[in-house]
């Protein structure tokens, strides 16, 4: 058996070389370029540090590109005390609210309107339990067939490698999770979401976890190559930063994870990394 | 005595001719014109009606000008069950839950980064009791200090016809409310703010709140007319912008008024229509 303080050893190094990984990915694409921004510099990603003053801290990594117009690559690691209220909505927290918990979030926000927005996001959570959370799902502003298609089966395969029928279930959790209640309208075209993940096996668990992130990387990254040369006008790009108010919409009122932050005393700019960098409201 | 009916009848013609006078203000001063706009034509409210599925609707007017980027000019009558969840935390409505209200609600965003953001919000409700509510308040995005102490000095005089003490409440009240805990930070420069507002003469209470909408209008309008030919420059703009999303965290994140709407079943447009038209979050 591992013991906890392995686990978390494991869990951070992986968020951490994800994070790399994940960074030099979407650098090597800024270099590449695209057809309608060729004009533009390619974007690097600029790192900032930050640290919670209740324990812990992270890194967040942001790239302002030509390609991708705004990308949030976030890694933290903290531990502390859950405050009263917080304590009995999370599993094994009543005793004495103590956590630990580490993760990598992802949010992209293309230039281009052909190139769906994503987000991915895993996690370790420790308290008297211990569980990964997390999930991907891609929001298209044009219409992305094919490329939802691709995604979807992509995470299918990681699911299906993992447990019998996770795929379905996570795929639901999605849909239910990142839905609009007061416009009665998906927030994207959905993927995959989980919490609460412990099956017994922390090595299948964790590996199932570094394959998430792993496919989200490549599959996104294909995705972006196959989109980012699409002709867009000026009627596609407002309708983006509409469709983006959407995005900011949910995120501010049902976001767990955004209001957990907001409420705990996050960073403010590690949680907020996920609103899009122009938005319009008519 | 007056009886309920007359209140609710004479509520709502006032509501209506404020709803008027606010947008003829406003289309005279669009009229007019700006230094750094007059390439652009002026803007004209466009009226939308709503119908609420439990019972009322609202007549909600749009301008999106090239002084006034986009304001809202909104009323609403409106009346049925409130839910259960909602009912203890409404004066007068945990026996049956029943409501009435009438409002006018009012939203500027300017094009000019010199003219402040402006908002005001006058309402009577009817449950087992009956009261005002309301406010108005402004969101400077580059220091207007002479602009603010017009504003606040209107109001004070109309709080001290209404009531010994009552701007110094009325004062605090706003800042207390307008307030982002999670950046702790100011929404904007404040202004006054009320609610539960019965003091046993409703004639009294009525002219207060009459008062407070003419001097919005006519206090604002004099704001807008002496900063609309400022001059502004990119940065100013982008700065906006980024200002502008604090309004929308404020909002979507701890408005009252927004989430009761979005949770009972209001007009999504209307309500929403606070949003500002162009925002950043780099």
């Known amino acids: 058996m591992i013991v906890l303080e392995e686990k978390k050893q494991r869990a951070i190094e992986w968020f951490n070389l994800l994070q790399k990984n994940i960074c030099e990915n979407f650098m090597e694409i800024e270099e590449e370029g695209a057809y309608q921004t060729s004009d533009m510099e390619a974007g690097i990603f600029i790192e900032k540090k930050w640290t919670r003053e209740g324990g812990g801290g992270g890194k967040m990594r942001l790239m302002n590109g030509r390609i991708f117009e705004k990308v949030g690559v976030n890694t933290s690691v903290v531990h502390g005390e859950l405050s009263r209220e917080f304590r009995s909505s999370i599993p094994g927290a009543k005793k004495d609210g103590k956590f630990w918990a580490a993760g990598i979030s992802v949010v992209v926000h293309p230039q281009n309107p052909f190139i769906p927005a994503a987000h991915m996001n895993t996690r370790f959570i420790i308290t008297s339990k211990s569980w990964f959370g997390g999930g991907g799902d891609l929001t298209p502003i044009r219409p992305a067939g094919k490329q939802v298609r691709k995604f979807h089966s992509d995470l299918q395969k990681v699911c299906d490698n993992y447990q019998k029928g996770s795929y379905p279930k996570f795929k639901k ?11 009665n309208e998906p927030r994207g075209a959905g993927g995959i979401f989980f919490d609460n993940l412990d099956s017994g096996e922390w090595n299948a668990d964790f590996e199932f976890i570094r394959n998430v992130g792993d496919t989200f990387k490549n599959s996104y990254s294909q995705i972006v190559r196959a989109t980012k040369d699409n002709i867009w006008n000026e009627a596609d790009r407002e309708y983006q930063e509409v469709r983006r108010g959407r995005y900011v919409e949910f995120n ?5 994870g955004t209001l957990f932050g907001l409420k705990t005393g996050g960073n403010i700019d590690a949680i907020l990394m996920s609103l899009p960098p122009r ?4």
Chains 1, 2 share one sequence.
């Open 279 to 282: 938005v319009r409201w008519p």
């Open 252 to 256: 501010l009122l049902y976001d767990r």
């Open 173 to 183: 959790w999605c849909d239910d999770y990142f839905f609009l209640k007061h416009r």
